[in-house]
Nanobody
Framework: QVELVESGGALVQPGGSLRLSCAASESTLDYYYIAWFRQAPGKEREGVSCISSSDGSTYYGDFVKGRFTISRDNAKNTVYLLMNSLKPEDTAVYYC??????????????????WGQGTQVTVSS
């Protein structure tokens, strides 16, 4: 069983930055495929970014390419999502998800076994 805890969500102005963290209880997080999803009110949950456990390869949704960066620090058992140039449309609850298997495509949220509780990101002036 892997417990995931997100943090770092906040109210930020357009153009600002935030770094979300996803901390895991499992000491072998480095073997898990990790993804960030987000869900805005009235909208479907959508895949934001993913990072592989094997080679560190990453994926980004077109709507965040060039603005968001996913990274993992296995020593700290934590995955990060650095979000720059934030826009009002980035407002959502952000969730991290993990699975031991490689998820292809990595944005299929139903394939992930473990989820955090979410952290609210609000981009507004």
């Amino acid at each position: 069983q892997v417990e995931l805890v997100e943090s770092g969500g906040a109210l930020v102005q357009p153009g600002g930055s935030l770094r979300l963290s996803c901390a895991a209880s499992e000491s072998t997080l480095d073997y898990y495929y990790i993804a960030w999803f987000r869900q805005a009110p009235g909208k479907e949950r959508e895949g934001v970014s993913c990072i592989s456990s094997s080679d560190g390869s990453t994926y980004y949704g077109d709507f965040v390419k060039g603005r968001f960066t996913i990274s993992r620090d296995n020593a700290k058992n934590t995955v990060y999502l650095l979000m720059n140039s934030l826009k009002p449309e980035d407002t959502a609850v952000y969730y991290c998800a993990a699975d031991y298997a490689t998820i292809v495509p990595c944005t299929v949220h139903s394939e992930y076994s473990y989820w955090g509780q979410g952290t609210q990101v609000t981009v507004s002036s």
